[in-house]
């Protein structure tokens, strides 16, 4: 079956450091999905990129959508202490969503 | 308030004895899904809900039931849980299907014993 795998599984950073993860899937994706998890918290949807070369942004997160459709970028531009958590990508498979294993990110201050 | 309600938030039982999580939203959405987080291994889908009476198996489906009787209504049942069923698992709905921004309950946490 379809496999999405991320990396790094963990990264400290340095407060207004920037942070990227990376997002791989086995499969072609019809589109790909970002959620973050706050420490104790649920995941909340932050975005959706559906074409081959997307790019979107907001504030200080990059999303790009790869050629391919098979891998996907999170980056964050100096980092804040607010971003702390767990980034997930997800793709769809069938009737299925398949998420990657998430990304913890630290933040010291 | 659009949400997804989980009950109950914590739980600590004991193996074998049967239990239901219940999974509730008001946003009338189609599409219900169980996924259950354990470390290092993300989210992980147990079943799935494509509308009323249709319900599928997700990639982890062993151990759990699951039925959809009425549109906002979605309860995960252990019916003799055991100690690696202890996870902590999440509701989530979506508008239309897998293809669409999932909102997510705010967990239960399980432990069996």
Known sequence: GQQVMQIPQYQHVQEGEDFTTYCNSSTTLSNIQWYKQRPGGHPVFLIQLVKSGEVKKQKRLTFQFGEAKKNSSLHITATQTTDVGTYFCAGPAGNMLTFGGGTRLMVKP | EAQVTQNPRYLITVTGKKLTVTCSQNMNHEYMSWYRQDPGLGLRQIYYSMNVEVTDKGDVPEGYKVSRKEKRNFPLILESPSPNQTSLYFCASSYRGKAYEQ?????????VT
Do not use: A, D, K
Request: hydrophobic share 20%.
């Open chain 2, 103 to 111: 909102y997510f309950g705010p967990g239960t946490r399980l432990t």
